[in-house]
């Protein structure tokens, strides 16, 4: 482990219990302010320092202050924002059930400590002919819809309403939780609001964090969710392992839970644990272009047929889906039969106006070489983590 890595680690763990660290003499205080922006958890990384006897933050770096001042201030809004929803949901008898994000700031010592970007809620998707105007009303925006979620805006705030857990097109995680409502039941009589088990929850969870990490990778975020899930809950340890195994996930989760105990609680290092460590801290919040790319080259190698990885990148690149194409041409939603215009209208602009957006997307088809998509693979599969979609069953 690293010097900032360990101290970014102690920061957290400060901010968290209460407990100071004595800070090495040597780190620097602007790289661990770099790396708490792009992980985001400034706030967090903000308490543990001022735990630790940094008094003058505000002046030295006032930036980072301004971002945790602007953190707390979100951290309110969105709290408001959620009651409203919550009120508005119960008296018009809408099912619904908040996920992820709420939820998980509840276990901090301070909410703003947990940053989020959005707010996450399950509803119903037969009940949404319902639930829109409503919604309207209240002044909500609605914005673009995909297979998996539809999304709104309240002000300058984000809300995703989910239709499902997890994406259908993670064919695997997607089996086995389905749309997600055989998962919750009412939090009492009476009620609309829905919540898990705490074990599905953390399943729910779990599966989760998977997903962003063979897809792109994850933040230092994740992994202290995971933590204080385990502080707050006794778990039922044999719920969690059959499943896991239902969801090929047990040496995922063996080593994650490796990883989270090298870094929170003590235990020794080992090259797994290392491995982990260096590759969750050299992505942000939401992992790595790199990977990114390398995912979808890799999921293109093992389901793509015919069309090699790098071919069906740039046929993506070039031909975007129509969901995709609505939110840069809203008339699509309209009239459908404008996808070609809109295609030539798309090539036209980069051709002519966005001739960095080519250049980026250029370096991303070079990445998808057969030996960066055969490490990549290769990388998961040493973490404990793979795509095991059905067509490996067959």
Known sequence: MTLDQSVIINLVKSAITGETFSVPEDFSVSSIIAAARRHKIENLVYYGLTACGYDNLAK??????????????????????????????QKNEFCFSVLKGPRLKKLYPKSDMREMSDLDVLVKVDQFDRIRPVLLDLGFV?????????IWTYQDLKI?????????????????????WDFVKPTHDGSFEYEMSKEDEFLFLFVHIAKHFRDSGIGIRYVIDLWLCRKAF???????????????LTKFYH???????????????SDITSFMTDYIFSCCVRGTNENSVLS????????GSVVSGKKLTFLRLVFPDFRRMTVKYPVLKKAPVLLPFCYIARWFEALFFRRDTISKHTKELEMQTDENIKEYEENLKFMGIEYCFEEDKK
């Open 60 to 89: 030295d770096f006032p930036n980072f202050n301004n971002a945790v001042l602007k953190g707390i201030y979100i951290d309110q809004k969105q709290a408001f924002l959620l009651n409203l929803l919550t009120e508005t949901f």
């Open 234 to 248: 006794s778990l039922d340890e044999e719920h969690l392992e059959k499943n896991f195994e239902k969801l090929n």
């Open 255 to 269: 080593n994650f839970l490796k990883t989270t105990d090298v870094w929170f609680e003590g235990a020794k290092d």
């Open 296 to 303: 979808t080259g890799l999921l293109a190698k093992k389901y």
């Open 142 to 150: 609605e914005h673009e819809e995909s297979i998996h979620e539809m």
């Open 160 to 180: 995703e309403f989910h239709k499902q857990l997890i994406p259908s097109n993670n064919k695997d995680y997607f089996a086995f939780f389905g749309d997600g």
